[in-house]
């Protein structure tokens, strides 16, 4: 079972994992950092939006014979969060935006350690520890004071911060089939999606009112929106086809999620004012997933298989007109991360 539960975690891990070459960032202005790989060579890119400029990023005195994740930028840090894992650990980095002062955060034998999540307040880092079990814990931004929130649970996944920093929401089997719970940094527990079936993937707005998330509560997987003030919950979709991953839109108007048409993944967008359901399905061969926002609500980024490949591509919301930004030749690009440096 042991072997299995790690197993699990490995695939999943692995998937968003990256060797590192060098790159002048600038403030201001939106890039996209994306894993690059071709054969055995595996690389961290960035692509400026505005020029199509691509560069490799170096990070260094990275470890020797590790993979690393694609990484998290935290303004409030001014510092990116990244992943180094092999077959047998994973650590938590940080390092700074030309990719120097590489710092290992938790240092540990034989655990692997991923998804490392900043508090908006730059105080914390939540992320999950993978033992016997997955559980979420924090620690300062520094790595120290680190502790298991989630302790005498089963499995525990997908973290994600509150605005006042105060709590965690994240994915548990603990009553059973996987709900979505919130936890204070004291441990107060509570179950938010109270689920009878698997409540899975969801997203929070920006202004912490609303939470949506895939169900199959009601026998198909369809996208579900709760309002935390009155706890009420909508099926938005009622489809015969499965709909998962649901992301709200930066400006809370929009949610983004994926629809199975058959053998093929397309994207859809609902509309919180209208209740209007936009297809976005301009399809080159397959969407595979991990699409983001862009930073005003009017595109998305998502990695696209065409020609047997991975590209990362830009779709407008206005016009659905669909572009591919890195368009190589036998090599993979997944998964998008939307990057704006403000500050220093």
């Known amino acids: 079972m042991k072997?299995?539960?790690?197993?699990?975690?490995?695939?999943?891990?692995l998937s968003s994992c990256t060797m590192t070459s060098n790159l002048n960032i600038k403030s201001g202005g939106d890039q996209i950092y994306y894993i690059s790989k071709q054969n055995e060579s595996i690389n961290i890119e960035i692509l400026n939006i505005e020029t199509r400029e691509k560069n490799k990023l170096i990070i260094d005195e990275a470890p020797l014979g590790m993979n690393p994740s694609v990484p998290v930028w935290s303004n409030s840090l001014q510092s990116f969060l990244i992943c180094y894992s092999n077959d047998s650990n994973s650590d938590i980095y940080?390092?700074?935006?030309?990719?120097k002062n590489l710092k290992n955060l938790t240092k540990s034998e034989h655990v692997f350690e991923s998804t490392p999540i900043p508090s908006p307040d730059g105080r914390w880092i939540a992320f999950e520890r993978f033992e016997t079990k997955s559980d979420i814990w924090i620690m300062d931004k520094d790595g120290k004071n680190a502790r298991n929130l989630t302790i005498n649970m089963p499995q525990n996944h997908n973290p994600m911060w509150s605005n006042n920093s105060n709590e965690l929401y994240f994915s548990s089997n603990k009553e059973g089939t996987p709900n979505i719970f919130k936890i204070s940094l004291d441990g107060?527990?509570?179950?938010?999606s109270l689920g009878?079936?698997?409540?899975?993937?969801?997203?929070?707005?920006?202004?912490?009112?609303?939470?949506?998330?895939?169900?199959?509560?009601?026998g198909n997987m369809d996208i579900f929106l709760m309002d935390l003030v009155t706890s009420e919950i909508i099926n938005l979709t009622k489809s015969v086809t499965a709909e998962s991953e649901p992301v709200f839109?930066?400006?809370?108007?929009?949610?983004?999620?994926?629809?199975?048409?058959?053998?093929v993944f397309d994207y859809s967008v609902f509309n919180i004012d209208t209740k209007e359901i936009m297809n976005l399905s301009v399809t080159p061969d397959n969407f595979s997933g991990n699409a983001i926002w862009n930073n005003d609500s009017s595109r998305i980024y998502a990695s696209v298989k065409t020609n047997n490949q991975l590209d990362i591509f830009s779709v407008s919301i206005e016009d659905k007109?669909?572009?591919?930004?890195?368009?190589?030749?036998?090599?993979?690009?997944?998964?998008?991360?939307?990057?704006?440096?403000?500050?220093?």
């Open 3 to 13: 072997k299995s539960l790690l197993l699990i975690f490995l695939l999943f891990l």
């Open 94 to 99: 940080s390092f700074d935006k030309n990719g």
């Open 188 to 192: 107060t527990l509570t179950n938010i």
């Open 196 to 218: 009878k079936g698997v409540d899975g993937t969801f997203s929070l707005s920006s202004d912490l009112t609303k939470i949506v998330f895939d169900s199959d509560r009601e």
């Open 249 to 263: 839109s930066t400006d809370n108007k929009f949610i983004l999620y994926r629809t199975l048409h058959g053998m």
């Open 321 to 344: 007109k669909i572009l591919n930004l890195t368009n190589t030749t036998k090599i993979d690009e997944f998964p998008p991360l939307l990057v704006n440096f403000i500050g220093k």
